[in-house]
């Protein structure tokens, strides 16, 4: 499992999307709400600096361990998906250490 931890004044590259109702159910079934993720709501700054109401998953409580080292072909997915927008791929890489 990927998750984020809040961490004041960090930033976290991500990319937005709109998605309809059909989108949601796809993306609950394939993020394992409600047993291993849940939709949470956040606060996130656009490309523009403006703050968006976006929302984003997270690991359920009941799930939730201390750090685990990630799959390999899960983290690769990650990191494609990362440079397909664009982003540097360092910190996901540090982090699945």
């Known amino acids: 499992m990927l998750d984020l931890k809040p961490s004041v004044g960090r930033l976290v590259p991500g990319v937005l999307f709109e998605v309809g109702d059909e989108g949601w159910k796809a ?3 394939k993020e394992g709400v409600p047993t291993a993720y849940e939709r949470l709501a956040v606060t996130v700054i656009n490309e523009s600096e ?3 109401e976006a929302i984003t998953y997270q690991v359920c409580a009941s799930e939730k361990r201390s750090f685990v ?8 997915i990650v990191r494609q998906g990362l440079r397909a927008w664009g982003y540097d ?3 996901l890489l540090a982090a699945a250490r």
């Open 89 to 91: 791929d360092a910190i």
């Open 50 to 52: 403006q703050s968006v």
């Open 69 to 76: 080292i990630p799959d390999e072909s899960y983290v690769e």
């Open 27 to 29: 993306l609950d079934k």
